[in-house]
């Protein structure tokens, strides 16, 4: 099981004028089987926070740990834009990011491509694929490693409703399938109401403003009552935090 | 948009139309190809014939003037001292002098501007060499050509520096702006996936820098082709600028411009079908990204 441990997490960029609070103290802890969505306003430290746990930037001051069973967790992540490598076809783009090149490896790779709905574009450039067939690659990419825990920066944001609406679903039967933990961050406060058990929702200025708990059982259906009233609930704490602002 | 739920996603393109469509694309691209190389040809023939041309018997009212075949002979007369010489074995040991000058010089030049290149993201040695840089860019190589054989005269030293001076800074340009744009985007996803430095170096770095630094190849080679003919003109008892002067000496037209000719060919040669062969070869992937 995997378990994410953030202490008095302090995160700012540049010196003097043109500094920058990016994460403002934050203290949280993810355990288990979660799926984690955080909501929040452009620039409030999102993808920061995401950038942190997956060890691309290190903290100003603050401590976070990502470990699984007592060793440290092996995180995928999906970035806001794709990240493939231009000069590498799209199954060398997965076989990058993998430890080994045995058979089991590349036939695995091949099995998330097509989960992706991309099993025939292995030997295709990323420039030869539309926006939306590239992000999916990067989706494939976080699957393939079979993370301890999935780390996903607005993924489906690109795609259209019914590609983005198929691999939500996709998703989640992977999520309950492996029990692997997904901290997911969306501006779609439906869609994190329909896909996570617990909402962080952040305020300009890289604050925590709220932790909301979701216990209704899935599949949600955006049209389901107690939905409506948990999507509603959520909004409104949005509401909130637009007034405390202005 | 379809009310109805489906049971599978969509596919882009049924598999059939695909083939076709590519079929097709790469049939048009053929014969765009096979037009454009055959009017490059027919320049060529043009103007080798209008040469030949200007030069028959009919026109002998222009003898005297500069069309006297004694003075510029025609190509065919050309064409027949190309293959004298090349029989007499002068030829491949001129161009095997030349290219020895070419790829020790080019290829010192060649590592000697990327460590310039590397050492300038560092603010105090881009102050350094900034100014050396952009006199090698802006001065004309003659220059070098000519302080280098006053100095070194005929000793293999010369033509080499002569060809670091004129060259060095364009590889040092196109390495630096290649590490200036590095992708960290890139970068940064493969630390998040725990790949190794060496692996992100190897996969990531080296094949981002490649058109910077084969961009510094194709315009240095360029210039030092040109460089180390002049040195060997002016200061050199072998290679084909040292033939050229020969010719020039004995006023011997025909074997002058034979071996300007055998020059212009291997440098095309050179430029056409190898360089552009490496780049189809490695740089298949910016085909793709211009397509789209
Ligand atoms: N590398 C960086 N250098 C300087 N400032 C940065 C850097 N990365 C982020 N910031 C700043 O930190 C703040 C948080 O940025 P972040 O990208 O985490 O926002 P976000 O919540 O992901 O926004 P969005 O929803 O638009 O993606 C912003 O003010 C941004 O300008
Ligand atoms: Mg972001």
């Known amino acids: ?246 | 948009m379809t009310t109805t739920e489906p049971t599978a996603p969509p596919i882009e393109t049924p598999p059939a139309d695909r083939v076709t469509e590519e079929e097709l694309a790469r049939k048009a691209r053929r014969a765009e190809l096979t037009s454009r190389w055959f009017w490059r040809i027919l320049s060529y023939i043009a103007v080798l014939a209008i040469w030949e041309f200007a030069l028959l018997d009919i026109f002998s009212f222009l003898r005297g003037s500069p069309l006297d075949p004694k003075l510029l002979p025609g190509p065919s007369e050309v064409v027949a001292t190309f293959f004298e010489i090349w029989g007499e074995g002068t030829m491949p040991a001129a161009f095997q002098a030349t290219l020895t000058r070419i790829a020790v010089g080019f290829g010192l030049s060649f590592l000697i501007g990327a460590m310039i290149g590397i050492l300038m993201q560092s603010k105090w040695f881009e102050g350094f060499f900034k100014d050396a840089v952009l006199i090698s860019l802006s001065a004309p190589g003659l220059i070098w050509v000519l302080i280098t054989a006053i100095i070194f005269g005929n000793r293999p030293l010369g033509p080499a520096i002569a060809i670091i001076l004129t060259t060095f800074a364009l590889v040092t340009v196109n390495v630096s702006e290649g590490i200036k744009a590095l992708p960290k985007d890139l970068l940064d996803m493969a630390k998040s996936f725990q790949v190794s430095v060496f692996k992100r170096n190897r996969q990531i770095v080296i094949p981002h820098l490649a058109p910077y630094l084969f961009t510094g190849l194709r315009f240095g080679f360029s210039i030092a082709w040109k460089v180390t003919v002049l040195t060997e003109v002016f200061s050199s008892s072998e290679g084909i600028g040292f033939e050229m002067r020969i010719s020039a000496v004995l006023f011997d037209m025909s074997e002058f411009l034979t071996w300007i000719l055998a020059f212009f060919f291997f440098a095309l040669f050179l430029e056409k079908v190898v360089l552009e062969a490496i780049e189809r070869r490695y740089f298949r992937w910016r085909q793709a990204v211009t397509a789209t």
């Open chain 1, 1 to 246: 099981m995997a378990e994410i441990r953030i202490k008095n997490l302090h995160k700012e960029f540049g010196v003097g004028e043109d500094k920058v609070v990016a994460l403002e103290d934050v203290n949280l802890d993810i355990t288990g089987h979660s799926f984690v969505s955080i909501v929040g306003p452009s620039g409030c430290g999102k993808s920061t926070l995401l950038n942190i746990l997956t060890g691309i930037e290190t903290p100003t001051s603050g401590t976070v740990a990502i470990t699984s069973d007592g060793h440290v967790a092996a995180p995928g992540y999906v970035f806001q834009a794709a990240r493939l490598l231009p000069w590498r076809t799209v199954t060398d783009n997965l076989m990058f990011v993998q430890e080994d090149r045995s058979e089991d490896t590349r036939k695995r790779c091949q099995r998330y491509l097509e989960m992706v709905q991309l099993g025939d574009k292995g030997t295709k450039f990323p420039g030869e694929l539309s926006g939306g067939m590239q992000q999916r690659v990067g989706i494939a990419r976080a699957f393939s490693i079979e993370p301890d825990v999935l780390f996903m920066d607005e993924p489906f944001s690109h795609l259209d409703a019914i590609t983005a609406r198929a691999l939500r679903r996709e998703l989640h039967h992977m999520w309950d399938e492996t029990k692997k933990m997904v901290v997911f961050v969306t501006h779609d406060v439906g869609e994190a109401v329909e896909l996570s058990n617990r909402i962080l929702v952040f305020a300009k200025g890289g604050r925590l403003e709220d932790d909301i708990q979701i216990d209704l059982p899935f599949p949600r259906d955006p049209a389901d009552d107690e939905v409506a009233v948990a999507k509603a609930h959520v909004l409104r704490k949005f509401e909130e935090l637009d007034l405390l602002a202005s």
